[in-house]
T-cell receptor, first 114, second 113 residues
Framework: ETGVTQSPTHLIKTRGQQVTLRCSSQ?????VSWYQQALGQGPQFIFQ???????GRGNFPPRFSGLQFPNYSSELNVNALELDDSALYLC?????????????FGPGTRLLVL | GNSVTQMEGPVTLSEEAFLTINCTYT??????LFWYVQYPGEGLQLLLK?????DKGSNKGFEATYRKETTSFHLEKGSVQVSDSAVYFC????????????FGQGTELSVKP
């Protein structure tokens, strides 16, 4: 069974640019959640996708957007990058969006904004 | 709103010492509780979970009991190893919030030989 994978592993962008991060969910999982983890902090929930629809959003501005595809893989897009967007971006998949379901995390994409 | 508070680190222990990392939470309803571990340069791995009051989660010698009366989910291990050195995150998820995970700030554990 393949786990959650993310690409790219590292990325360097400049302020104002746009970035797309990708996530492949674990086999059989229909729910994908994205988190931002700043250095030395716990992950913060960005949003969740369930069967291609957004299913909850955290306190992030609209320039953070996402997609989920029919195969349940997902993208996170960030427009107009700011220096504070530098962080580890984590994707997690689960069997469904219920609170009891375990979320399985990928290795993350480390984004540096200069 | 829902929140998780962990004891601050870093925690430094000698090998074979007893470990406790405190975690308390604030939540409406009946959240599920989790401990995740993050090794340097990696993503998060589920360590254990509990989905209702008085449940005990356990894995790899780590244990935590869901205490509703004290709103706590403290992580314990009887004898730590150098390989346990990592950052530990306590988290909760509520079904009425779409299952999103709310994390504590993390506790760094360093185990010396």
């Amino acid at each position: 069974e393949t786990g959650v994978t993310q690409s790219p592993t590292h990325l360097i962008k400049t302020r104002g640019q746009q970035v797309t991060l990708r996530c492949s969910s674990q086999s059989g999982h229909n729910t994908v959640s994205w988190y931002q983890q700043a250095l030395g902090q716990g992950p913060q929930f960005i949003f969740q996708y369930y069967r291609e629809e957004e299913n909850g959003r955290g306190n992030f501005p609209p320039r953070f957007s996402g997609l989920q595809f029919p195969n349940y893989s997902s993208e996170l897009n960030v427009n107009a990058l700011e220096l504070d967007d530098s962080a580890l971006y984590l994707c997690a998949s689960s069997l469904d969006p219920g609170g009891q379901e375990t979320q399985y995390f990928g290795p993350g994409t480390r984004l540096l904004v200069l | 709103g829902n929140s998780v508070t962990q004891m601050e680190g870093p925690v430094t222990l000698s090998e074979e010492a007893f470990l406790t990392i405190n975690c308390t939470y604030t939540a409406t309803g009946y959240p599920s509780l989790f401990w995740y571990v993050q090794y340097p340069g990696e993503g998060l791995q589920l360590l254990l979970k509990a989905t209702k009051a008085d449940d005990k989660g356990s894995n790899k010698g780590f244990e935590a009991t869901y205490r509703k009366e004290t709103t706590s989910f403290h992580l314990e291990k009887g004898s730590v190893q150098v390989s346990d050195s990592a950052v530990y995150f306590c988290a909760l998820a509520s079904y009425n919030q779409g299952g999103k995970l709310i994390f504590g700030q993390g506790t760094e554990l360093s185990v010396k030989p």
